[in-house]
């Protein structure tokens, strides 16, 4: 069955960077386009950017861009990603969620992480 | 790139059914059909409704639809069940490869 485990929760300083894993199983990780979605406490969900896991190619929302890097390992199916220069409004719970279309972005998310809940200090 | 609005809260009581409106732009929900529908629970995790306006999930009950019509897409849920209660989301295309979601809306089964 799929499943997406994600590393576990972190505290951050302002300024400081954050790594979360997304480690994919159950089915061929190259074949379908990965999302990162993050939900503030009591917020709504706000859409981040994609990556190709076969190229490695990336999008990213604008909000982001310059502060966000998507990457991963084919090795080991793992999808990261990594937002830098933190600030307290950053706190939020990062979901990584995978695209259902194989080899192109169908635009919807059929499997999620757990979650990984980033906290930031003020 | 802007939230796609929904109304905060929508409630109903079982057995009716229910509306929930995602409006947009003619730059998103407008011209494309890459609208999804999610379901979440507190402390959960997404769940997908909905897929392309109107295409439903294996295992998605058929309780839940979806459609389009112009800047506006639409979830009706019928038959409101207890366990409906949950936050609600659309998401759109919403050209150059991103995308964009709602800002949620919080389903209440009276």
């Not at chain 2, 306006?53 to 009950?61: A, E, L, M």
Request: some cysteine; charged content about 15%; hydrophobic content about 30%.
């Amino acid at each position: 069955q799929v499943q997406l485990v994600q590393s576990g929760a972190e505290v951050k300083k302002p300024g400081a960077s954050v790594k979360v894993s997304c480690r994919a199983s159950g089915y061929t990780f190259t074949g379908y386009y990965m999302h990162w979605v993050r939900q503030a406490p009591g917020q709504g969900l706000e859409w981040m950017g994609w990556i190709n896991p076969t190229s490695g190619g990336t999008n990213y929302a604008q909000k982001f861009q310059g502060r966000v890097t998507m990457t991963r390992e084919t090795s080991t199916s793992t999808a990261y990603m990594d937002l830098s220069s933190l600030r307290s409004d950053d706190t939020a719970v990062y979901y990584c969620a995978r695209d259902p279309i194989v080899g192109a972005i169908g635009g919807h998310f059929d499997y999620w992480g757990q979650g990984t809940l980033v906290t930031v200090p003020s | 790139q802007s939230a796609l609005t929904q109304p905060a809260s929508v409630s109903g009581s079982p057995g009716q059914s229910i509306t929930i409106s995602c409006t947009g732009t003619s730059g998103d929900v407008g011209s494309y059909n890459l609208v999804s529908w999610y379901q979440q629970h507190p402390g959960k995790a997404p769940k997908l409704l909905i897929w392309e306006v109107s295409k439903r999930p294996s295992g998605v009950s058929n309780r839940f639809s979806g459609s389009k019509s112009g800047n506006t897409a639409s979830l009706r849920i019928s038959g409101l069940q207890a366990e409906d209660e949950a936050d609600y989301y659309c998401c759109s295309y919403a050209g150059s490869s991103t995308f964009e979601f709602g800002r949620g809306t919080k389903l209440t089964v009276l």
